[in-house]
């Protein structure tokens, strides 16, 4: 079973950096998805950035590309997201999923159920 660990949200001024974290284990597969999906107030998940663990390939959206990256450390399984010049849209849970045989792109667009799920970990901005 997929176990994800999220780390590091918090409290940031609009322009500020943040780091999060997701620690993963249990893959039962080497073909896998993993990546960060968000979810706003009153609003539906978005998939934020995600990337393939066979080719290392990634997905980012629209409203995070250019102030979001997606990085990962094989050696500790874990998925980063840096997150620099945050502005007040960008707070939400934060969530890190993965899903083993899907594309990164698809698993961040089409949001699987088959899916595995962090515990999730808030991100505000706020001046």
């Known amino acids: 079973q997929v176990q994800l660990v999220e780390s590091g949200g918090g409290l940031v001024q609009p322009g500020g950096s943040l780091r999060l974290s997701c620690a993963a284990s249990g893959f039962t597969s080497d073909y896998y998805a993993i990546g960060w999906v968000r979810q706003a107030p009153g609003k539906a998940r978005e998939g934020v950035s995600c990337t393939s663990s066979n080719d290392g390939s990634t997905y980012v959206a629209d409203s995070v590309k250019g102030r979001f990256t997606i990085s990962r450390d094989n050696a500790k399984n874990t998925v980063y997201l840096q997150m620099d010049n945050l502005k007040l849209e960008d707070t939400a849970v934060y969530y890190c999923?993965?899903?083993?045989?899907?594309?990164?792109?698809?698993?961040?667009?089409?949001?699987?159920?088959?899916?595995?799920w962090g515990q999730g970990t808030q991100v505000t901005v706020s001046s």
């Open positions: 999923a993965a899903a083993e045989r899907w594309t990164a792109q698809a698993m961040c667009i089409i949001l699987p159920s088959v899916a595995s």
